[in-house]
């Protein structure tokens, strides 16, 4: 029998003890965005990873995390933008940023969605708000649809391991059927 997503959620973050407490409050705003974001995921969407430049460090522990070379799960589609496009920096205007759409719903005909983490003011944020549908966790600013957090919290790093570690052990047990996502959606 499969547990609904929320329930989940709450039980592994009460599993991790109490340097997790501060996300037992804030999962209601994580289920539905997560939820979304791995069905995607899981039905062909490729994801494409933008951070800002202070948290590219992040990116690609990002990546090494989520498609580990194990056999345990099948690899993801998680790429970082920055490799798909190398000139990502280098957007200015709108026309610029259409071209990359057009280029990227060229290459990616199942869809992608962006998964954007850093600051709400950085250049690169501007990418993934183009689109709805990004998953987003955005700093120093609260925006629709998307996880805020604080930079000037001292545990900023802690608490981005812990939310990439909650979101692969979410994405296990949507794929292995021990939960049913659609119950978050």
């Known amino acids: ?47 494409l990873l933008i951070t800002d430049r202070k948290r590219e460090w992040f990116a690609r522990y990002i990546l090494s995390r989520l498609n580990k070379y194990d056999g345990h799960r099948p690899l993801l589609p998680i790429v970082s933008l920055g490799t798909v496009f190398p000139y990502i920096d280098e957007l200015k205007n709108e026309e610029q940023m259409t071209v990359l759409e057009d280029m990227l719903s060229l290459s990616f005909p199942a869809g992608y969605t962006f998964f954007y983490i850093g600051k709400g003011n950085d250049p690169r944020a501007q990418i993934s708000k183009r689109k709805d549908d990004s998953f987003s966790w955005l700093l ?27 979101f692969d052990k979410s994405i296990d047990a949507i794929l292995f059927s021990e939960v049913d996502v659609q119950s978050a959606i």
């Open 1 to 47: 029998m499969t547990q609904d997503f929320s329930s989940w959620t709450l039980d592994r973050i009460r599993e991790e003890g109490s340097s997790m407490n501060w996300m037992e409050e804030r999962r209601f705003d994580w289920v539905p965005l997560a939820a979304t974001a791995i069905d995607r995921l899981i039905n062909a969407h490729t994801f």
């Open 140 to 166: 120093d600013e609260k925006q629709q649809n998307s996880f805020y957090l604080d930079s000037k919290d001292e545990n900023l790093d802690i608490k981005l391991i812990q939310l990439i570690m909650l």
